[in-house]
């Protein structure tokens, strides 16, 4: 929520002299990956964890130009995150592991450099305030779901970085760029959790998204 109101405050500041884009963002899933790390385990004997592929993550973005290369890129986007796991050399098959799942709320507030010509690459840089909205452990052994969202914390930041190609037109704007997250802040504060520890799990979160934007500010004179 505090993302959103930063985003509309940008937004109507800069309105009156900047052209403001506002549109949607969906990641494509064949090219997302969600890898947490947890380094211990709350059962005695090893853990394997395994890297999840299929990440949803879609939402809207908002794109303000402050100066010729810079522009404030601003998203509220639905992502989900996972960490399979078995016991070590256990060799289950992918659908016998047990499975925790994450969904946020993710607020990325970016710097964004990019070039002058219609047809241009950018890079980003800034941080990401995510809200968890719910945490459930599927255990595998049990035959049942669980959750476990009291045992996260509610809010953690993320540093994001990426890159992409953008294609300015007069009223509308295409991009498709690349993404890495990874968080700053612990995911859990509790060790009360069953089979891993999540105090000093690394999330780590890459995707390959694409963006198609309406432009609603005045219009900048200065594109090529």
């Known amino acids: 929520m505090k993302g ?16 403001v884009t506002i549109g949607v963002k969906l990641s494509n899933p064949l090219s997302s990956t969600s890898i947490i790390t947890v380094p211990k385990a709350t059962v ?9 592929l299929g990440v ?23 992502r ?7 016991p070590r050399e256990a060799n289950w098959f992918p659908s016998e592991r047990h499975l925790y799942l994450f969904k946020y709320l993710n607020m990325p507030l970016l710097l964004q450099c990019e070039g002058t010509n219609k047809f241009r690459g950018f890079g980003q840089l800034g941080i990401a305030p995510k809200f968890l909205g719910e945490a459930i452990l599927y255990d595998k052994e049990e035959d049942k779901n669980f959750d476990v969202t009291e045992h996260f914390n509610r809010a953690v930041l993320d540093l994001n970085v990426g ?3 953008l294609w300015d037109l007069p009223r509308v704007v295409f991009m498709i760029d690349g993404r890495l997250s990874v968080n700053l802040t612990p995911m859990a504060s509790k060790r009360s959790m069953k089979y891993l520890d999540f105090r000093e799990a690394r999330s780590i979160h890459v995707a390959i998204s694409a963006s198609a934007g309406l432009k609603v500010g005045k219009r900048n004179t200065n594109n090529k």
């Open 56 to 78: 949803l993550q879609g939402g809207a973005f908002v794109r303000v130009p402050f100066s010729r290369h810079f522009t404030f890129h601003g998203e509220t986007l639905f």
């Open 163 to 165: 890159g992409g190609i």
């Open 80 to 86: 989900t995150e996972s960490v399979s796991f078995s």
């Open 4 to 19: 959103f109101f930063t985003i509309l405050c940008l937004w109507v500041g800069l309105h009156s002299w900047a052209q």
């Open 44 to 52: 005695p004997y090893d853990i394997e964890t395994f890297a999840y």
